[in-house]
């Protein structure tokens, strides 16, 4: 800013790039100069009080900088500089906490196996195999164990996401973080048949039968996730301003979604009655959490918790464990037993980023539904008749 005294002054070149301003200060009577250096503002006397010259003097050094805009070399930047740009800037504009976190792990994943001094523009296929064959093996990744394609799919897109929006994000001198993505079209692994099993009526009443000698909070959860089809990450982080119990509606926020997708949703009269027992006693003071975590209610059960909750239960159940069902086992129930539903009402109700989401990685075909299909199957004839 200049002096509250000035009342002249001249802007030459383009704001943001190569602009300079010279104004006259009343006080001394002397032109100064300001302007943009290597990202430092800088501030000088241009030692006079002629106008005419000052104007040349302003043209003259906006157009120096923008020839050494032109002329300079492209940054190289380094994985480090890019991942920290990143997770400063764009990473706490998502919604999800969920998300959030998955940035910060995918960043620490890929500054180790890469290097935090490699330089972005240096990534190539070589290296993109190598991450993947890796991953799988658990050599590489936050636990340490074997991860299927799936997973590893959702980290390298994380990757891609990173270095697509480094293309657009200026870098200080005229130019961008990076000229291009070098990782663009190079292919994501793919689960050739992808283990989507689905929760069954007769083993979640198993579940359920030894689920209040584990927890209060478990129960609920198991009612809730069978009854909602939402989300376990979602349902473990509901306050109490978020049921309505006199209305039947339950409030999904934002920030405890893994999409954001904030929404308002009618609850079952059985997901009622789960609440209302778990509820019962000593009216809840403030926002608290509907499941607090047991050893400290300013927190809401961890996602570890449900996890062991469920291990247990099964064990006490005595079902057999199915790699890939857990909590999104609910889902796949959810979307499958509403599959005659109206399409905007299913993804409203599940939270589902789309129309077809459900369809095609959530509803799966069954004997029941398939008979009832071919028994309404109507004869199609000519508007004629012939």
């Known amino acids: 800013m200049g002096s509250a005294t000035e009342t002249w002054s001249y802007k030459a070149g383009e704001k943001g790039r190569n602009r300079v301003r010279v104004y006259k200060d009343n006080r ?15 501030r000088v006397s241009l030692g006079h009080r002629d106008q005419a010259k000052a104007k040349q003097q302003a043209d003259d050094t906006a157009a120096a900088i923008g020839k050494a805009e032109e002329t300079s070399p492209p940054v190289d930047v380094t994985l480090r500089e890019l991942f920290d740009n990143y997770l400063s800037e764009r990473t706490p504009d998502k919604k999800s906490e969920e998300t959030r976190r998955h940035d910060r792990v995918c960043a620490d994943m890929f500054l180790s196996f890469f290097g935090s001094e490699s330089k972005a523009k240096t990534l190539s296929r070589l290296n993109w195999d190598r991450f993947v064959r890796e991953r799988r093996e658990g050599r590489v990744g936050p636990s340490g164990r074997k991860v299927g394609n799936r997973t590893i799919e959702y980290d390298l897109k994380w990757l891609r996401a990173v270095f697509n929006w480094a293309t657009t994000v200026g870098d200080g001198n005229g130019g961008v973080l990076l000229e291009r993505n070098a990782l663009t079209g190079l292919p994501l692994p793919k689960e050739t048949s992808p283990r989507r099993p689905i929760m069954t009526q007769e083993r979640y009443e198993a579940m359920l039968r030894v689920a209040e000698g584990i927890d209060w909070r478990f129960k609920l959860a198991l009612v809730l996730a069978n009854e909602t089809g939402n989300r376990i990450g979602a349902i473990r982080q509901l306050r109490s301003s978020d049921i309505d119990l006199k209305r039947g509606l339950v409030h999904w926020r934002a920030e405890t979604d893994k999409i954001g997708f904030e929404r308002e949703t009618p609850l079952t009269e059985a997901a009622i009655a789960a609440l ?7 009216p809840v003071v403030g926002d608290a959490w509907v499941m607090p975590a047991p050893k400290d209610a300013s927190k809401p059960c961890s996602k570890n918790l449900m996890k062991n909750w469920w291990k247990k239960a099964e064990a006490l159940a005595d079902v057999e464990h199915i790699p890939g069902l857990g909590w999104h086992g609910f889902r796949r129930k959810f979307g499958t037993e509403l599959k005659n539903a109206p399409p905007r009402d299913l993804r409203e109700l599940g939270g589902w980023k789309s129309f077809v989401t459900p369809l095609q990685h959530y509803q799966q075909s069954d004997e029941e539904s398939m008979r009832e299909a071919l028994k309404n199957r109507r004869t199609l004839r000519s508007a004629s008749g012939d």
């Open 276 to 282: 209302v027992e778990a509820l019962e006693g000593p």
């Open 28 to 42: 001394t009577g002397t032109i100064l100069a300001e302007f943009y250096e290597d990202g430092t503002r800088k």
